[in-house]
């Protein structure tokens, strides 16, 4: 079983940059692709971005492209979103989540394990 932790959320304001962190420990990292999920207030859980195994391939939501980019350190067992030109309506909690390929979390939205997700809050 995968252990990840996220970090990096806080409060900006709209057209600030944040940069999240998951670490993940508990199977060897290089052996799965990465996700990053959102769920903001009274909605489903969304796809935002996923990295593949080797971080050669990623994929973004088109809410986000442009403005964030998702990047991993198998050296560090750690995967990274950096947000920038942030808008109202990214604020959620992320989650980091692991899967066995990054078309596949984005198709389907199935992760393998979940972190407990950091929240992110954008203001206008």
């Known amino acids: 079983q995968v252990q990840l932790v996220e970090s990096g959320g806080g409060s900006v304001q709209a057209g600030g940059s944040l940069r999240l962190s998951c670490v993940t420990s508990?199977?060897?990292?290089?052996?799965?692709?990465m996700g990053w999920f959102r769920q903001a207030p009274g909605k489903e859980r969304e796809f935002v971005a996923a990295?593949?195994?080797?971080?050669?391939?990623?994929y973004y939501a088109d809410s986000v492209k442009g403005r964030f980019a998702i990047s991993r350190d198998n050296a560090k067992n750690t995967v990274y979103l950096q947000m920038n030109s942030l808008k109202p309506e990214d604020t959620g909690v992320y989650y980091c989540?692991?899967?066995?390929?990054?078309?596949?979390?984005?198709?389907?939205?199935?992760?393998?394990?979940w972190g407990q997700g950091t929240q992110v809050t954008v203001s206008s």
């Open positions: 989540t692991t899967g066995p390929s990054g078309a596949y979390l984005r198709t389907t939205g199935r992760g393998d394990s």
């Open positions: 508990g199977r060897t990292f290089n052996n799965y692709a």
């Open positions: 990295i593949s195994r080797n971080g050669g391939t990623t």
